[in-house]
T-cell receptor, first 115, second 113 residues
Framework: EPEVTQTPSHQVTQMGQEVILRCVPI?????FYWYRQILGQKVEFLVS????????KSEIFDDQFSVERPDGSNFTLKIRSTKLEDSAMYFC?????????????FGDGTRLSIL | DQQVKQNSPSLSVQEGRISILNCDYT??????FLWYKKYPAEGPTFLIS?????DKNEDGRFTVFLNKSAKHLSLHIVPSQPGDSAVYFC????????????FGTGTKLQVIP
């Protein structure tokens, strides 16, 4: 069964540094998402991406964050000037085109630790 | 801002019995509901969904019930199996929400052999 893959599985970064989290969505999917889960809290929506542009973003997704689809397979989340509170699991997801409300398929996440 | 609430953080059920996981929501704009299952160190896995125009959807051992007037949904697993032990997230998508999924806090299900 096709999977969403995320790399790295664990990223440790010094506070203030930039980090790029990478995702390879399922190949025929056209909608892409990033979510995060801070330890002990619920999974929170960050951003959705379709047709090479952001379609929706949450209040969490401020100027510190950006997303990009640099080629036909990768989808990246860049976090600039990382802060301690950015430490979380970051999940990438993708869904099929077609009718709305297609279930989103999630990767296994990248654990981001900011020191 | 808890638009999707799962009031039971944990549930233990004997193997073979029914597991019932509950979820309440507050946003009337939600029109599509999902259940995800999550194992440790893995991402959420889609389990089953239901549109707001329906009140029941069944897929094998899993059935989701939706009571729109009460803004309540539930997931029934019968019979429960030890492999069902995981965290279950209720989730919702609102009309025109570009498929932004709003998650509940999760219920940890333990199925005891």
């Amino acid at each position: 069964e096709p999977e969403v893959t995320q790399t790295p599985s664990h990223q440790v970064t010094q506070m203030g540094q930039e980090v790029i989290l990478r995702c390879v969505p399922i190949s025929n999917h056209l909608y892409f998402y990033w979510y995060r889960q801070i330890l002990g809290q619920k999974v929170e929506f960050l951003v959705s991406f379709y047709n090479n542009e952001i379609s929706e973003k949450s209040e969490i997704f401020d100027d510190q964050f950006s997303v990009e689809r640099p080629d036909g397979s990768n989808f990246t989340l860049k976090i600039r000037s990382t802060k301690l509170e950015d430490s979380a699991m970051y999940f990438c997801a993708s869904s099929e085109p077609g009718t709305s409300n297609q279930p989103q398929h999630f990767g296994d996440g990248t654990r981001l630790s900011i020191l | 801002d808890q638009q999707v609430k799962q009031n039971s953080p944990s549930l233990s059920v004997q193997e073979g019995r029914i597991s019932i996981l509950n979820c309440d929501y507050t946003n009337s704009m939600f029109d599509y509901f999902l259940w995800y299952k999550k194992y440790p160190a893995e991402g959420p896995t889609f389990l089953i969904s239901i549109s707001s125009i329906k009140d029941k959807n069944e897929d094998g051992r899993f059935t989701v019930f939706l009571n729109k007037s009460a803004k309540h949904l539930s997931l029934h697993i019968v019979p429960s199996q030890p492999g069902d032990s995981a965290v279950y997230f209720c989730a919702a998508i609102s009309r025109g929400g570009y498929q932004k999924v709003t998650f509940g806090t999760g219920t940890k299900l333990q199925v005891i052999p």
